[in-house]
C-alpha cells in the first residue's frame, strides 16, 4: 500500500514523535536516524531532508516534548479553582512520584546538554518557563491570602531543584527511596512554603471540589515523553 503523503509540518511532527520515542527507548547517546526512519518505515533520506543531523533532531525532539509539558503545565495552572490548589496539582504533577513527563528522557537531556549548546538552551527555558509558572501561581496565592510566602521566586526555585533531584533518585537508583516517602517530602516541602502545616494543605485540598480531570495528552519525560520513561503515582 502506497503510504500517505503528509504536509511538511505533519511529517515533522510525526518525526519527532517517533524520535521520542526512540530517545526513551535507546537513550540519545545510542539512538540512531536509522532508529527513527525504522519505527515509522520510511527511509533515512527522508529524516534528513527534515533533520540535516541527528543532533537537529535530537535538540528538536527535545524541544517538541518541552512543548507539551508546558502546554499541560499551563492547563493545570488556568483552572478555575484556588491558587493554593492548583499550585499542588502542578507540584504533584511535576513530581517523579506524578504524571508528569518522562522523567528518564528528560534525565538523559540533562547529561547530553552538558556537551550540545541547542540541547542545553531548550533544557534551560524549559527549566525557567517552570519557575515562572510557578512564582506566578504562588504570588497570586499571596494576594488572596490563602497562604504565606515572602519570596515566591526563591520558593519556585527550591521546589523545582527538590522535585528534579527525587527524580534522580527514583529514576536512576531505583529502591533507595519510596514513592509514599519522595510524596510526602514533596507535600512537606510544599507546605513549609507556604507557611501552612501538612495537614493544612492537603484537608484544605480536600475540602474543594474535585477539578475535572485532564485528558491524556503530550508526547509521551514529562508529558508528555511519558516522558522522564513514564512515572506513573
Not at 499541560?72 to 495552572?77: T, V
Not at 549548546?117 to 496565592?141: F, Q, S, Y
Not at 523545582?160 to 534522580?168: E, K, N, P
Request: aromatic share 6%.
Amino acid at each position: 500500500m502506497a503510504r500517505v503523503r503528509l504536509s511538511v509540518a505533519k511529517r515533522r511532527e510525526e518525526l519527532l514523535r517517533a524520535a521520542i520515542g526512540q530517545i526513551e527507548a535507546r537513550g540519545v547517546a545510542a539512538v540512531r536516524i536509522a532508529d527513527v526512519a525504522a519505527a515509522l518505515g520510511v527511509s533515512n533520506a527522508l529524516v534528513l531532508y527534515h533533520f540535516s543531523t541527528k543532533e537537529q533532531l535530537v535538540a528538536a525532539a527535545f524541544a517538541r516534548a518541552a512543548e507539551d509539558d508546558l502546554a499541560r503545565l499551563r492547563k493545570l495552572l488556568g483552572r478555575r479553582t484556588t491558587a493554593l490548589r492548583r499550585l499542588r496539582s502542578a507540584v504533584r504533577w511535576y513530581a517523579p512520584t506524578g504524571q508528569a513527563k518522562g522523567w528518564r528522557l528528560w534525565i538523559e537531556g540533562w547529561a547530553v546538554a552538558l556537551r550540545e549548546p541547542a540541547l542545553r538552551e531548550v533544557a534551560r527555558d524549559l527549566d525557567l518557563a517552570w519557575k515562572a509558572a510557578l512564582t506566578e501561581v504562588i504570588a497570586e496565592g499571596v494576594a488572596a491570602r490563602e497562604f504565606h510566602c515572602p519570596d515566591p521566586s526563591g520558593t519556585a526555585l527550591r521546589l523545582t531543584a527538590l522535585l528534579d533531584g527525587l527524580a534522580v533518585q527514583l529514576t536512576s537508583y531505583g529502591g533507595t527511596l519510596s514513592r509514599t516517602r519522595a510524596q510526602a517530602w514533596v507535600d512537606e516541602a510544599l507546605a513549609r512554603e507556604l507557611s501552612l502545616s501538612p495537614e493544612t494543605l492537603s484537608g484544605r485540598t480536600r475540602r474543594e471540589p474535585p477539578a475535572e480531570p485532564l485528558a491524556e495528552g503530550g508526547v509521551g519525560p514529562g508529558a508528555r515523553l511519558r516522558t522522564r520513561g513514564q512515572d506513573t503515582s
